[in-house]
């Protein structure tokens, strides 16, 4: 499924070098990159050097592991932020309303949806809600109609 291929994430290689001293690795993230590289030194020892690099700009939020019931909870806070003096999705911010999206009115919430497609947990970034609301609402029509109409009283739920 197209869902797979979006769902990037970090990786870690590890491999070992003709010598039996000089290993090589390196961890790759999406908040940043570290390589570490020991070498036999001869005589002298063995040398190693370690170079770090942050990640991009994220002032301060490093993008959480989610149930699916945080996954829900995020994107539907997620939706009713304010960018450029509107509201990414037309939801109210009410109690009520979020109960009704994370659970439905007839198991037909979000939670139960995440749950069936798991795939949905990844691409939920509540430290990036713009892209986030963004590419649900490319990836899924259900929930486009939901975030721009609202939750039409009380008839369904954030299922997708």
């Known amino acids: ?15 070992v070098a003709c010598g039996d001293e000089e290993t090589s690795t390196s961890s790759a993230t999406t908040a940043s990159t570290t390589t570490t590289t020991t070498t036999g030194g001869g005589a002298g020892g063995d040398a190693t050097t370690t170079t770090s690099s942050a990640g991009g700009a994220g002032g301060g939020c490093e993008k959480p592991t989610l149930d699916c019931a945080g996954a829900c909870a995020a994107l539907y806070d997620c939706g009713t932020e304010e960018v450029g003096g509107m509201k990414l999705c037309d939801f109210s911010g009410e109690a009520a309303e979020k109960d009704l999206w994370l ?12 749950e ?33 109409n609202g939750l039409s009283g009380g008839a369904g739920g954030g299922g997708m």
């Open 1 to 15: 499924m197209f869902l797979a291929a979006l769902l990037g994430g970090g990786a870690a290689l590890t491999g």
């Open 103 to 114: 659970n439905g009115s007839m198991m037909n919430g979000c939670i139960s949806t995440c």
């Open 116 to 148: 069936a497609t798991p795939a949905l947990k990844a691409l939920v970034n509540p430290c990036d809600c713009g892209k986030t609301v963004t590419t649900l609402k490319g990836l899924n029509m259900t929930f486009k109609d939901t975030c721009e």
